[in-house]
């Protein structure tokens, strides 16, 4: 199968499976969403102007970065296995996919959107090339004003705003120093090879934390080797001569090292609250539509991806965030890879690392994919 991969270079969500796509070494070319067939063909059979879109050669579709990699795993298509097979790593992989895609999106859209002075003559010239390609300079420019403007406005419903910039900015250094870290002696999250949380973290950490003029040069002087596990991530081969060669081995005994340890004490402090929120809004949101139809996403449209807003405390700052059932989609994944063998390893992980309600944050009913959107289930049977 030769494969068309739909998207942009600087988009988070494609930057995950086109990472899964080279590392697996398999047969497919870029194609950007700003052509006209796109817009044409793929957007009626996907529901919705959405990326990335993953195309066939027989003409088959697949949208969303975390489907994309599940649904070429299950072909068997990959050299590496992408999902560890024990308990540990196999959880940790989905924490991270969860957190990499999701927890990292303030400073993603921080770094990118308010830094004008430094990214913007790079973000104007790259957008209207992928979105707008053979566009005159006045359509291109009115082009990147309109998407500049929506993308200002999605950061602020992921919670940054003049009051919590100064935490976003000390949570996302504390964040490369425990990357760094763990790092020195780890070509990968795991071990030898990449798995779901790598491609889970290389979203916001290559298109928008590595490539955007301010963030890009932050991350080369403060973690070199989260610059160059970038860069790997983005090789056709493992690409780890600096750590010798090792082979496509995860850490021997479902090993977790103190450094992974800290990392995921790091996603409990920065995320358990922001996941939470949600999980609470979206329990209060379906009690109040017990007539719900199954398949449906309860919304005004079917592509409609925000339920409401709702507030915590985040890093001792009131934010606001959006409600989006995907996050719920991805926390359902974190809690199936623990309901396998080895849970009592899981819970002592969890619990030593504060992440144990994580496997209890769910809602009366399962969010699903049908059609390339997110629905809801049939309700659950007994208390959620």
Known sequence: MIYKLHGTPGSLYTAKARSYLIKQGLD????SVGEAR?????????GRWIMPVLEGSDGSLIQDGSNIIQTLEAQ????WETFPDTPRHRVIGQIFELFGGEGLLRPAMHYRWNFDDINQPFLQRDFIATL????????GEAVYANASRRMRAAMASFGVGEASIPAVEAAYEQFLDLFEAHLEHSPYLLGGRPTIGD??????LYAHLARDTYPADLMKRRAYRVWRWVERMNAPDLDSGDYGSPPPQLFADDGVPQSLIDLLRFVAEDYLPDISAQVGFARQWLEARPDLEAGTNGLARPGDRVLGKVGFDWRGTPIEVAVMPYRLFLLQKVQDAAGGPG????????????LSSLLTL???RRVERQGHVEVWGEPLEGPR
């Open 76 to 79: 068997g298509e990959g050299r």
């Open 362 to 364: 769910k809602t009366q």
């Open 38 to 46: 796109f817009r044409a063909e793929i957007v009626p059979q996907i």
């Open 343 to 354: 849970e009592a390893e899981i819970q002592a992980l969890l619990q030593a690392t504060g």
């Open 132 to 139: 707008a390609p053979g566009a005159t300079r006045e359509d």
């Open 199 to 204: 491609y889970g973290l290389i979203g916001p």
């Open 28 to 31: 497919f070319e870029n194609r």
